[in-house]
């Protein structure tokens, strides 16, 4: 990237966490290439605890690990407030015939679809075969009856910040999920749960976490990072076209 361009999105969220001093940062990086050294089962240990940590109060301790499970912990906020199966609501509303709000368990209780994929960060670094599971995006919509004006679909989230947009064709399409597991678990609050947008075939900041709103709009509004100069369409190889065919 050259110097005009703006700062990556780490995908995970922006590195605004809590700062991270200069002895825990060495500390850290010697104790993860310990576990890369003298054995695989320590280094998950580590992974472990600091992703423990990460879920309690992220600080983005995880993403300074060799290999530390691959994903890093942060927020674009300074904290994000926790909701739990009781307290968990996702509205779907805008331009839709019947608006719904749905619990944790309503959402579970749908078909649920589980895929495998690479998650792939506009900054290069990439999980390979992450599951996925949860429900289509396709279901909600249909569920909600869009109205033949729509064109676009909006994603708010509960940390209050962060937000996102897909046009209404790419939100339909089968591997466009509200995610509610990930790696066979239901999701932490650390990786956005209790449930979280995941766009497969796009660059992993598109997946926004800690979903909480689904508007059906005219147009595709520019979300967090597309407000910083980021593509909208951010297709995993865009730079040669190529768009990743969908699962069925």
Known sequence: MNSEQPPPPPDEGDARGT?????VFLGT????????????????????????????????LTGLLPNGGGFRYYSVTSSVPRRTAATYRLTVDGLVDRPATYTLPELKALPQTRMVRDVQCVTGWRVPHTPFEGVRLSRLLDAAGVRPSARAVRFTCFDGAYSESLTLDQARRPDVLVALRMRDEDLGHAHGGPARLYVAPMYFYKSAKWLSGITVTEDVEPGYWEERGYDVDAWVGRSNGRDDEPTH
């Open 29 to 60: 990086l010697g104790l993860g290439a310990l576990g890369v050294v003298t054995a695989p089962s320590l280094q998950r240990g580590l992974e472990s605890f600091l992703a423990g940590a990460a879920d309690k109060d992220p600080t983005g």
């Open 19 to 23: 700062p991270v001093g200069r002895r």
